[in-house]
């Protein structure tokens, strides 16, 4: 008999970045989770599946078990790993299932490019001050509750914003890293790291243009289970946020230096189109560039992630890699009911997407092992 063995970890961090310092020990946890399933009778392969956070999680690993710890130690991470990350054993293959490209590029793309003060925010306790051309809250901007429409001179502007404040925030992180290894900071090992306004102005979330589409023809799994492989793929999400979360105590992200430098910081020069992959070990894109075995890239067309997953895809080395869209799923898989035109109500469009999630993925796995 054949059969599936699924094993769900929770790792040190467990959603708490603010103790996620180095968040490259997460593969400590993977390596216990393989050698677990090893060590099961009849455990014959080893898949791993990184859903959201958890692509550059398990990419991370699976790019360090076959490229040695010598690969999350180059110069040019923000943060490097420790020899404790050497011999980690492989798995058989990689499923990205939406996966984020990068906590980093995450944090990057929901950060507000129009806070001008980071570094007295941060050091002096400063109130923000804000650069009104750079606000995505202005209507002369193109904002609306509803769906905005930004111009595309705004969202260059913003989007090169975004990139510019998180390399002052970096450079701020590093500057405390070095002085706390020089002993010259208040606290030799650590320092907390909050900064405001890390949540709620992601474009994409208020302009359906943006992150809307795959930069060509991809597969893309119907509801009714056939596969098209014709044609660009529309993300068919619904976008509006009010000013709320961002401008709140919910969008301030707590850090500290260390887990912000080895969690959420990537460096770049533009939030969408330049972006400096390997500078962060947790970067799907930059770790699927040294992993081998079976690679399966999976996106939902219910969320924004079509062309990031379009971008691992591309940069995946594997020689056994495939991309495939779900229509209509969620970031969590499940029927995305709010992804239908304005004022219709909901009519089960996309009520396949689980089964056609999980089929494809077993299949995927069946022809290969």
């Given amino acids: 008999m054949r059969g599936f063995v699924a094993l769900g970890m929770n790792t040190r961090c467990d959603n708490n970045e603010a103790m996620c310092a180095p968040w490259d020990d997460n593969a400590l946890d993977v390596k216990q989770g393989i050698e677990y399933l090893r060590a099961l009778p009849g455990i014959r392969h080893v898949v791993l599946f990184g859903h959201s956070g958890g692509g550059p999680a398990m990419s991370f690993y ?24 050497a011999n980690l ?28 003060n980071d570094e007295d925010i941060i050091n002096h306790n400063a109130p923000p001050r804000f650069d009104p051309a750079l606000d995505p809250f202005d ?59 890390t949540a709620g102005t992601r474009l994409a979330n208020h302009d359906a ?7 060509r023809a991809q ?16 993300s068919v ?10 401008r709140s105590f919910d969008g301030v992200g707590f850090s500290t230096v260390k887990s912000f430098l080895s969690v959420n910081a990537m460096r770049g020069g533009h939030s969408m189109t330049d972006i ?15 992993i081998s075995v079976p690679l399966l890239v999976m996106a939902m067309s219910g969320h924004y992630f079509l062309r990031d997953g379009e971008i691992i895809f591309d940069a995946a080395n594997s020689q056994d890699k495939e991309y495939v869209i779900i229509e209509g799923a969620t970031h969590g898989g499940t029927p995305c009911t709010r992804c239908v035109p304005g004022g219709q109500a909901y009519d089960g469009r996309y009520d396949n997407s689980v089964k056609n999630n999980f089929d494809y993925v077993a299949n995927w796995i069946k022809a290969r092992f």
């Fill in 139 to 197: 209507p002369a901007h193109g904002y609306d509750p509803e769906g905005s429409d930004y111009t595309e001179e705004f969202k260059e502007r913003f989007f090169i914003g975004q990139a510019a404040r998180m390399n002052r925030l970096i450079d701020i992180a590093l500057e405390k890293m070095q002085a706390m290894e020089n002993g010259t900071h208040i606290y030799l090992d650590n320092d907390a790291f909050i900064v405001p306004a």
């Fill in 276 to 290: 400096d992959w390997c500078s962060s070990n947790n970067s799907t894109p930059c770790n699927v560039d040294v």
């Fill in 62 to 85: 699976q790019a360090v078990a076959e490229a040695g710890a010598d690969f999350c130690q180059q110069a040019e991470k923000l943060y490097q790993c420790s020899d404790e990350l």
């Fill in 209 to 215: 243009s943006i992150d809307h589409t795959t930069s």
């Fill in 89 to 116: 054993p492989k798995a058989d293959a990689l499923i990205l299932w939406d996966a984020h490209p990068s906590n980093g590029l995450g944090v990057m793309r929901s950060l507000n490019a129009a806070i001008m």
């Fill in 237 to 246: 999400r619904r976008v509006g946020q009010t000013p709320q979360v961002s």
């Fill in 219 to 234: 597969q893309l799994l119907k509801d009714d289970g056939s596969i098209e492989d014709c044609c660009k793929v529309n």
